[in-house]
């Protein structure tokens, strides 16, 4: 296996100093999860590539639209634009998740989202259904036991 060429040490040192330590490394293949926010699933960002050009991948499940990237990174002015652009992913899907509208955002051609991607913010919580009535009094007749009848004034008796 070639070493890796200085570019790709430097994209490695960057992204560990935005983004801290990956979550899983195999030899050259660096990953990180990225959350955006409780509850929501990870942007995973892939650092891999061959010695002399590093390549990263972007795997978002909050974009429909465009769900994978993948860059070759080849100047180190390269880097910083990729960074911004794995930030600017977060905080659309950041915002997402608290219902936050999210313009159509178009970087250098290239859509990020549309607005056919985000779902309407969700509906308020139903009014509680008014409680029931109270059932009518059960009356229980036992034909074993004889009645008590009140003796009326014409009974002779």
Known sequence: MSKPSPLHQLVLTRFR?????????LDRDD?????????????NVLAN???????????????????????????????????????????????????AADSNHQRDGHPFSSPANHSAP???????APPAPPAPPVSIHNSNHPTQSN???DDPG
């Open 17 to 25: 100093e935005v983004f801290g330590e990956p979550d899983n490394t």
């Open 31 to 43: 990953h990180w999860a990225l959350k955006p926010g409780p509850y929501k699933l990870a942007i």
């Open 49 to 99: 590539g061959t010695a002399e050009v590093p390549a990263i991948w972007v795997f978002d499940p909050h974009d429909a639209g465009d769900p994978v990237m993948r860059v070759g990174i080849r100047r180190s002015e390269d880097i910083e634009a990729f960074i911004a652009l794995i930030r600017d992913r977060l905080e659309r899907a950041r915002l997402r998740e608290y219902g």
């Open 122 to 128: 969700p509906a308020p919580p139903a009014p509680p």
């Open 151 to 153: 003796p009326s004034s």
